[in-house]
């Protein structure tokens, strides 16, 4: 049996790469270029290496590694928050896939505000990340986004639309818009409402408007009314007052995500509203909590985790001039929720309620000894 000299550290004492060298029985430089994977080697000797690294307890430092490539091994991710459940589970996928490739990501959320996410990629640049997972403003305006492709570094959009340059993993917002306009549509609502983060902190509430505006115009309903809310603007209950007094002919809302449909929801009660009963609300997202909840919010349903996997993928695939990976089509990616908060409006309830009356009283009935 062949036989190589054997590691003497003592115990507690962490084992070098000289020491997994010593223990497989090979110069240093071929434990680094198994390790790095930098250069060829037979298989005996890399099972040989990495034996010894098992053996041994070795952790390669990932700063080492970081010399030898120039590259720091991390990613940066930029959302705008975390406490929104979609950014959350779209952060998770993005982690846990950089995570088994060998890189570790660095998080920051900018709260909606386009300052903070320039601020927070010029920081993360000067960390020296190797890419970026991110969702911005505004994909079209970004001053973040724009510094990125400055400095020639692979990055994905998350959530945002894809532009001509810049590759993303996204919903089509617009065309999921359409498709809620419709199912207001179906319950006999013509006259709606759209709720939204201001624009200019958000293109994917405007693209969800412009959607929505489209879809009500394709189904004879009324162009949607807009109430624009700055992040952390104040009481949504007294936003919502001012908005239904200057417009009392709505009898549906669509809310720009989840978290303001179940927002708008709670102020509504609080201002004497019914929902379904005295108004409708729909949201977008489709997080679980919306199940849970009563009513159940009807909403659109998209697979974050599963988008901010393929955005690291994407990123990844460029880090390793490797292949991207497909990217599932856009407009194929969400689907209609439905739930208890969405429901025909009361007065067209009260009068259908009316004909099944008439309806029914006009029905002759038959007599027990006419049978």
């Not at 110069?27 to 098992?54: C, D, H, Y």
């Not at 460029?318 to 292949?323: C, H």
């Amino acid at each position: 049996m062949e036989t190589f000299p054997q590691w003497n550290g003592t115990m507690g004492q962490l084992a070098t790469i000289k020491d997994v060298a010593l223990h497989a029985g090979c110069g240093v430089a071929t434990v680094s270029r198994v390790l790095n994977e930098s250069g060829p080697t037979s298989i005996k000797m890399r099972q040989r290496v990495f034996a010894a690294v098992k053996d041994l307890n070795f952790e390669f430092s990932e700063v080492g590694r970081s010399l030898q490539s120039n590259m720091t091994r991390t990613i940066g991710c930029v959302v705008p928050t975390v406490a929104n459940p979609v950014f959350a589970d779209a952060v998770q996928g993005a982690q846990e896939t950089f995570q088994n490739a060998g890189y570790q990501t660095l998080l920051v959320s900018t709260n909606y505000n386009p300052e903070t996410e320039l601020q927070a990629i010029r920081t993360l640049l000067a960390k020296q990340v190797d890419g970026f997972v991110l969702t911005v403003s505004d994909a079209l305006t970004s001053e973040g986004l724009k510094t990125i492709k400055d400095r020639h570094l692979p990055c994905c959009l998350l959530f945002n639309a894809a532009t001509e340059c810049q590759k993303s993993w996204f919903v089509n917002d617009s065309c999921a818009a359409v498709v809620v306009a419709g199912e207001f549509s179906k319950m006999g609502h013509m006259v709606t409402g759209f709720l939204a983060l201001k624009f200019q902190s958000s293109d994917r509430s405007r693209q969800r408007y412009q959607g929505f505006v489209a879809g009500c115009a394709k189904n004879g309903m009324a162009i949607p009314r807009l109430l624009e809310i700055e992040q952390g603007s104040g009481d949504l209950t007294d936003l919502l007052h001012d908005f239904l007094c200057q417009h009392p002919d709505i009898t549906g809302i669509f809310a720009s995500n989840d978290l303001l449909a179940l927002s708008t929801t709670r102020s509504l009660r609080s201002l004497g509203y019914s929902v379904p009963d005295d108004m409708s609300i729909v949201g977008f997202d489709g997080i679980e909590v919306g199940k849970m909840v009563e009513p159940s919010l009807a909403t659109i349903t998209t697979d974050p985790k599963m988008m901010g996997s393929g955005a690291a993928q994407t990123v990844l695939a460029v880090l390793n001039s490797a292949p991207p990976p497909d990217m599932p089509n856009p407009s194929l990616s969400f689907s209609f929720r439905a739930g208890d908060s969405l429901a025909t409006p009361a007065a067209e309830r009260l009068d259908n309620e009316k004909v099944a009356a008439l309806s029914s009283s006009s029905i002759p009935t038959t007599k027990t000894s006419e049978i």
